[in-house]
């Protein structure tokens, strides 16, 4: 949802003394390939790197490509033809069958990184963006390689000239695609760009402390989650019990509306296994019409409580998932935060959640 960008910008900022570093992003792909355009890695001038484009098995080779980029300071196209054929011949022996494009640009430190700079100020207050990045191009004023990255009217970075063209208010785009594509012509020439929308990681609510809360905490900011976790009890609102990058809250149920910005959460889980606090946390979140609200226990329960705030599920927009996750076989705190987790994840991508690969096919 995100295309990896937290563990881009954890790179950046490890490597904000640098003098440059190298963007690789996937710009088309022909059949079966791992990631889609708008992909990104980044490389430091020693060879390292993060971010995939792959499953793992070219980043290493394009991590030897970038050297020419260092040094020139040109755009750089490479195509890896993945073929069955091709395949051998690149020695990557992945059989994915299919064809990528990417392109490698040199990012200046003097220039703030590119857009690196622009979207950490944007992700500190949670804007929704786009980037438009030119693939191909017969205006000298945008030349391949070329790029605009706007946050609404206040984070903004790039060619002025693009600028004129993706600087609106997000809501133009539709943020829900993976990306799209665009052609800008005037007297100058034509431009070809590639956009991506760039959406911070999903912001969760974990309502209550307790162990059960842990694991899913963890497994939310292995996936580059923004994580908070509430509690009224000091014994279980603790930080060293959570992920260092957790944000841990010690306040009363009561006070959920007023002391978290709800209006900046994509999914609240209710884990109190209080029927009392689970009441006042999910009148709260109801209320700011959080997009995916779940919590645990049956139907009843859920029904019960929703019945107490004079909620009907289903009506209005709101459907409270409860009990909360996908039907994977779970009873343990682990296996109950990997359904949790994967539900949240589908919900927001908008998926059902249903096998990929039926049984017969």
């Not at 980037?131 to 017969?138: D, F, K």
Request: with cysteine; glycine share 10%.
């Amino acid at each position: 949802m995100h295309l990896g960008l937290s563990t881009l910008l954890e790179f950046y900022r490890a490597h904000r003394s640098d003098d440059a570093l190298v963007l690789g992003t996937v710009v088309t792909t022909e059949g079966s390939t791992y990631r889609k355009p708008g992909a990104m890695m980044l490389i430091a001038a020693d060879g390292s790197h993060c971010g995939l484009i792959s499953g793992g098995c070219l980043e290493s080779d394009l991590a030897q490509h970038a050297k020419r980029v260092f040094e020139e300071a040109e755009p750089r196209e490479i195509t890896y033809d993945l073929s069955a054929d091709e395949d051998l011949v690149w020695g990557l022996g992945i059989g994915c069958d299919g064809v990528i494009k990417l392109l490698l640009q040199k990012l200046s430190g003097d220039d703030g990184f590119g857009f690196l700079e622009a979207l950490e100020s944007a992700w500190q207050e949670r804007q929704d963006g786009v980037l438009g990045l030119v693939t191909a191009s017969s205006d000298p004023s945008c030349p391949i390689g070329s790029f605009a990255f706007a946050c609404g009217t206040r984070f903004k970075a790039g060619n002025s000239r693009l600028l004129e063209n993706i600087q609106q208010p997000a809501t133009i785009h539709d943020l829900s695609r993976r990306f799209w594509r665009e052609n800008i012509s005037n007297a100058q020439g034509s431009v070809d760009l590639l956009l991506v929308p760039v959406i911070p990681p999903p912001a969760l609510l974990i309502c209550g402390a307790g162990v059960d809360t842990v694991p899913v905490a963890r497994l939310a900011t292995e996936m580059g989650w923004d994580c908070t976790v509430v509690d009224h009890r000091s014994g279980f609102a603790r930080a060293e019990r959570f992920p260092p990058v957790c944000k841990i809250r010690l306040l009363q149920p009561a006070e959920l509306a007023s002391e978290i910005t709800l209006d900046k959460v994509d999914a609240a889980i209710m884990m109190s296994h209080n029927l009392s606090h689970d009441r006042q946390y999910l009148a709260q979140v109801v209320a700011a019409q959080v997009a995916y609200i779940g919590m645990l226990g049956p139907r009843t329960r859920r029904d019960r409580l929703l019945d107490e705030i004079n909620v009907t599920n289903g009506q209005d927009g709101i459907h409270v998932h409860g009990p909360a996750g996908l039907d994977i076989g779970a009873e343990m705190p682990e296996s109950i935060a990997l359904s949790i987790i994967s539900e949240i994840h589908a919900c927001l991508n908008l998926r059902t959640g249903s096998e990929l690969t039926p049984a017969g096919t």
